[in-house]
């Protein structure tokens, strides 16, 4: 009998073994999986032109663009035709975008949470971004977890001092950020969204509503999945995405682009009830 107890307890003693060899194997596996995914996000989260970069000055120069010109200096700089009327008879500024639109330097990486790493540019590199206005929606995919590029979105409530409203991080409520846009300067993508079709006091208004009942909002990743992705007029939990999606939908509109229960920043960019202000570190043709 004590031979076989003994034979027993070798035989659970290799078990035991062959189990937890095999779980620091897949581990391992799993280890080397996230970092190769993330190396991945990491060579693909900034995109340069491959193409040349122009001299702009003889369209610049004329007193109207073409379709054709606005697509140029589109592809060139980044700026869509709303921005280029805005900046026309300021040739020396757009050409800064031209800079920046073709600035191909050195990143490093910030933790923008425990799990997540936010790519930005080094040195202090920040890019130049358009003049804002109330309700305008500022994505990035420049923060990835694990290799998924889940991005960070956020809503502007004061365009002139270039304030916005976002929700960051677990354990942090949403804040109102009245530096918050260099964070998407430094980062080696971004987008500037506008609502179509709304005049400035409306989306003012979407922006004011925004403040008003999404500030001060606990952090959450399960709304959608363990809570309602409507939160009503008092939410009890956001995130970054889901704050600027509230935000809209309180005035009736849905800007998550594929209607699923969650709103990724990835489902902002590619709303129709947005226009491209300016893209930056995108391929303008193919924004993420």
Not at 22 to 42: E, N
Not at 166 to 185: E, W
């Amino acid at each position: 009998m004590r031979e076989k107890a003994i034979q027993t307890a070798k035989r659970a003693g290799r078990i035991l073994l062959a189990f937890f060899t095999g779980f620091a194997f897949f581990l391992a596996v799993m280890l080397c999986f996230m970092l190769i995914a993330d190396a991945a996000a990491d060579a693909t989260m900034r995109w340069t032109p491959s193409y040349a970069r122009r001299d702009l000055s003889p369209i610049l120069a004329k007193e109207t663009w073409s379709d054709e010109d606005y697509d140029v200096l589109y592809h060139q700089t980044g700026l869509s035709r709303t921005a280029l009327d805005a900046m026309k008879g300021d040739s020396e500024r757009i050409l800064t975008f031209q800079e920046d639109f073709f600035y191909d330097g050195p990143t490093e990486h910030q933790a923008a949470a425990i799990t997540t790493q936010h790519d930005r540019f080094a040195n202090g590199y920040r890019a130049g971004i358009v003049d804002l206005e109330d309700g305008d929606v500022i994505v990035t995919s420049a923060c990835h977890t694990y290799g998924w590029k889940n991005g960070h979105a956020a809503i502007v409530t004061d365009g002139a001092t270039r304030t916005i409203l976002q929700s960051v991080t677990l354990g942090v409520p949403s804040t109102i950020d009245y530096g918050g846009v260099n964070f998407f300067q430094r980062s080696p993508n971004f987008v500037v969204l506008r609502l179509k079709g709304a005049d400035k006091e409306t989306r003012a208004q979407i922006a004011a509503t925004a403040a008003k009942r999404l500030f001060d909002i606990p952090y959450s990743v399960t709304v959608g999945f363990l809570s309602p992705k409507d939160q009503g007029v008092s939410p009890e939990a956001t995130h970054c995405s889901h704050l600027v999606w509230q935000a809209y939908a309180y005035y009736g509109y849905d800007i998550d682009s594929d209607g699923g229960p969650v709103c990724t920043a990835r489902d902002i960019v590619h709303s129709d009830l947005f226009e491209v202000v300016q893209v930056f570190g995108f391929d303008p043709d193919n924004i993420w």
